[in-house]
């Protein structure tokens, strides 16, 4: 989570509570979207256990030292 990328699914997701015109998102907006993101993390390092020890050729999470 913290090596970068765009984190577009939240945003959609909280833009697309603001296109109903449905005034200001509760909390629970705010929880999909992060549950979104997770969600996403998750089928990444899923793929990258199934598929390759490398992706876009950097090392993936079960590939590298750290994890």
């Known amino acids: ?4 990328g765009k ?3 939240p ?3 909280i833009v697309g509570w603001h296109a109903t015109g449905a005034g200001a998102p509760p909390a629970s907006v705010y929880q999909v979207a992060a549950a979104l993101e997770m ?3 998750f ?3 899923h793929g990258d256990v ?3 020890p490398t992706r ?3 090392q ?3 590939g590298s030292d750290t994890a």
């Open 39 to 41: 969600f996403h993390a």
């Open 50 to 52: 199934m598929d390759s």
């Open 43 to 45: 089928a990444l390092i």
């Open 11 to 13: 945003v959609v997701c």
């Open 60 to 62: 993936t999470v079960h």
């Open 56 to 58: 876009r050729s950097q």
């Open 7 to 9: 984190r577009l699914r």
């Open 1 to 4: 989570m913290a090596s970068g």
